[in-house]
């Protein structure tokens, strides 16, 4: 009978014990974690029509365990939330006319729920934790995803770099 009380009354409270309600919540959605699997490592982007003498690559370098806020402080309004980021990455801009040079820029990045769009924050320096610029994502496979500026009505097709 002891044991009876004790599968039926006193178990249930000792595995809800060790339980909290952070483990039970998901993070990030399907989508999300789909897309994040793909920001690892070095992509290049494919040349196109309006991009033949510039060269993009984005390096994703650090991958959160769960998104941090880049917060805003204002006196009358307490903490603002301005971005959730699920990482951080190197964005390098090379330029190959005339005489190539290149410009490294490091940002935090940060994936939509929906996986819908992809955004920028500046990570250092000056413009540290502004927001840079949202793009437009679309995952094509897990070595290929394309990053639309509607503001300039242009793409980067980017393709990891496998050497």
Partial sequence: M?????????LPFISCASNTDEDNICLYTERQLKALAVMDGMFENVPSELIVENR??????????????????????????????????????????????????SFY??????????????????K????????????????HFILEDEELEMSYDFVKRTR
């Fill in 109 to 126: 990045y940060g994936i939509s729920p929906d996986a819908s769009s992809f955004t920028l924050v500046y990570r250092e320096g000056e």
């Fill in 128 to 143: 540290n934790e502004q927001v840079y610029k949202t793009f437009k994502l679309k995952v094509i496979d897990q070595t």
């Fill in 56 to 105: 993009y690559y984005i390096t994703f370098e650090n991958q959160y365990i769960k998104p941090v806020h880049i917060c805003e402080h204002s006196y009358m309004d307490g903490e603002i939330v301005k971005a959730l980021v699920e990482g951080e990455c190197i964005w390098r801009h090379h330029v190959t006319r005339n005489v190539a040079q290149s410009e490294n820029i």
């Fill in 2 to 10: 002891k044991n009876l009380l004790f599968v039926f009354f006193i």
